[in-house]
T-cell receptor, first 114, second 114 residues
Framework: GAVVSQHPSRVICKSGTSVKIECRSLDFQATTMFWYRQFPKQSLMLMATSNEGSKATYEQGVEKDKFLINHASLTLSTLTVTSAHPEDSSFYIC??????????FGPGTRLTVL | KQEVTQIPAALSVPEGENLVLNCSFTDSAIYNLQWFRQDPGKGLTSLLLIQSSQREQTSGRLNASLDKSSGRSTLYIAASQPGDSATYLCAVPGGGGATNKLIFGTGTLLAVQP
């Protein structure tokens, strides 16, 4: 149990385009989902916390207009990187929790912006 | 502000050795601490979660300890195998709630030589 999926696993796009990443909890209802970003050889940094049916809470320094987060249901959250630029290239990982003590992580999405 | 650090940053050992990874955190008021494994280009696999009331948790060849008062946790890996090669991350909740955002350590890159 407690499986979280992400789609796509890898995406390459041109600078200026928008990219949507999906995070799904497959076998449980996720009241809260988190979005992390990981640059090469660095640890995970939280970008935002997403609660179902409400606006996401962004960490300091994360542009909410650039990284749009939608958590419309208890099993799906989406992260849209708008007008992507090469510096947005990173590994994006989501996690989900159902108010328990553990967060369950997705397999990640590798974004490369040319 | 909670800060989590891990030492060493990298470790290389021959197969069969027992080893210890260290994690320290600045704010001892934590609800739990988790250890994760991350293979290159992949998401996170949860290894062990220790509640604040516990002193250690074991899973197979892995044993994690927690000393809240000193702000430290260790991950002990017995009889290491090449398949244990990965980056190991520890994480603690960053806020007042057990389901709050996770603050990750800097990670330890482990290489087990056959």
């Amino acid at each position: 149990g407690a499986v979280v999926s992400q789609h796509p696993s890898r995406v390459i796009c041109k600078s200026g385009t928008s990219v949507k990443i999906e995070c799904r909890s497959l076998d449980f209802q996720a009241t809260t989902m988190f979005w992390y970003r990981q640059f090469p050889k660095q640890s995970l940094m939280l970008m935002a916390t997403s609660n179902e049916g409400s606006k996401a809470t962004y960490e300091q320094g994360v542009e909410k207009d650039k990284f749009l987060i939608n958590h419309a249901s208890l099993t799906l959250s989406t992260l849209t990187v708008t007008s992507a630029h090469p510096e947005d290239s990173s590994f994006y990982i989501c996690s989900a929790t159902n108010q328990g003590f553990e967060q369950f992580f997705g397999p990640g999405t590798r974004l490369t912006v040319l | 502000k909670q800060e989590v650090t891990q030492i060493p940053a990298a470790l290389s050992v021959p197969e069969g050795e027992n080893l210890v990874l260290n994690c320290s955190f600045t704010d001892s008021a934590i609800y739990n601490l988790q250890w994760f494994r991350q293979d290159p280009g992949k998401g996170l696999t949860s290894l062990l979660l220790i509640q604040s009331s516990q002193r250690e948790q074991t899973s197979g060849r892995l044993n994690a300890s927690l000393d809240k008062s000193s702000g430290r946790s260790t991950l002990y890996i017995a009889a290491s195998q090449p398949g244990d090669s990965a980056t190991y991350l520890c994480a603690v909740p960053g806020g007042g709630g057990a389901t709050n955002k996770l603050i990750f350590g800097t990670g330890t890159l482990l290489a087990v030589q056959p």
